[in-house]
């Protein structure tokens, strides 16, 4: 029998990383966010971005949660080949969203949608939902925790385009969803387009790409170039933080990617995330070593 | 943008001084109420029975806070604004029924409720979204908690505040919304959008 790797090392990690991701933002979006409320020139939007600096400031400080809505839990996973056999990943994160809820602490948010009633520790059917992926050659274990906002996940959005309304389609259905979205999501936002595959492979890609840190741009030009068109397009249309009106302060940053498409179709998924745009990653080695790459451990 | 601190109660001719865009701060007693406080307090109220607490005069904060439980008492952690829009369906009925003047969220309000706001005279004041630590610091302590039975995110949270802000006002009683006015100049760019990206709306 070849051995397990050590869940418990696991969990504790993953606890690691939910309180990570609550109570300190990656130093990308920190950094934006500073330089945004420098640039701003609407004063209602600059007031609302100087409340939100001078919050994650405190929720650091005091390693309290930045928000009160603490997300619903959603992981990825991404399992190098060559890392050790694990088994039951699923139930030691579903114990380490449950202890974090206690530990964090972090709201409650695992409705039942049929009969109601929360489950009190953001464990659920389905919940934590975990996205599994492989990576070729690789010997560590990567987890990302990222708790997702239920405000900006409301303002996501699909569309099942007609192939011929191409990419002009696209950048029109973006701006729509925009436009829709308003203040709601708590901007400044970041966008994540998916197009391509299929309804839920485009919604899926394009949260996916929420995981990129802020100003990396797609590596195919004509991508980087959508990026960066329709950033500045949401820029123009003067929400600003939080929907108050505002000049450069309605998105931090688009980020876009594609599957190839059936002929008959062209799906294009939206996601929003909103200012607390709170993910934590790790790599888990064989020897037990953990390397946190968004956060510094104290 | 003029900055006004209020104690509650709050009267009708306090709210009636504010325009949009002006910043207030609140002292005194708040109180969360989401979906299903909302719902359930017009539901009593129709059946005429009483409320816990008199709303009349005091915020109404749509917010579901996270807490702590420490002995017998509550300690509030994070306690930001939720979407505002949700409650769109309550709170015209909410405010003229319990008397309730200042109306605290986030993302701003449909016509429904700029229309009851006019005519009730009553407003919407925008807290910072997910702003919950700030929020935390403005609140002293919480006074009483009601309809645990809906979960902590939704019951009613009675809340001790001072100096609770800045909330800054997205709906007058003229009837003026700071949201409606962005959402229409946003509309109104849409022209030049649409040439930069070359595509038309
Ligand atoms: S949208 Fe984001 S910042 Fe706003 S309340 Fe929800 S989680 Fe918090």
Redesign the pocket.
Known sequence: MTETFDNNLIEDTTVKLLKFAATQLPNDVSEALKKMYEAETKPTSKAALKTIVENFGIAEETSTPM???T?IHIYYVNIGENFPKVVGIEETLRKASARATKEVPMRPNAVNPIVGGNSGDNTGRHIPFINYDFIPGADYLEITAFPK????ENMCALAMLKPGQGIKGIKKFVIDSIMNAGGQ??PPVIVGVGIGGGADIALKLGKKQLMRPLGQRHSDPKIAQLEEDLLKAINMTGFGSMGLGGDVSTALDVKIEYAHRHPASLPVGVTIQ???ARRATCRIYPDKRVEFLTHKEA | MAEYHFTTPISKEDVQKLKIGDVIYISGIVFTARDEAHERALEMAEKGEKMPIDFEGLAVYHCGPVVRQVGDDWEIVAA???TSTRLDMFEDEFIKEFKVNVVIG?GGMGARTVKAMKELKAVYTAFV??AAVVAAKGIKRVKEVHWLDLGTPECLWVLEVEKFGPLIVGIDTNGDSLFQNVADEAKAKLGKIGEFLDITF
């Open positions: 928000c009160q809505d997300g906002g239920g405000g900006s999501p708590c909103c200012w607390a | 930001g604004p939720t986030k979204g997910g």
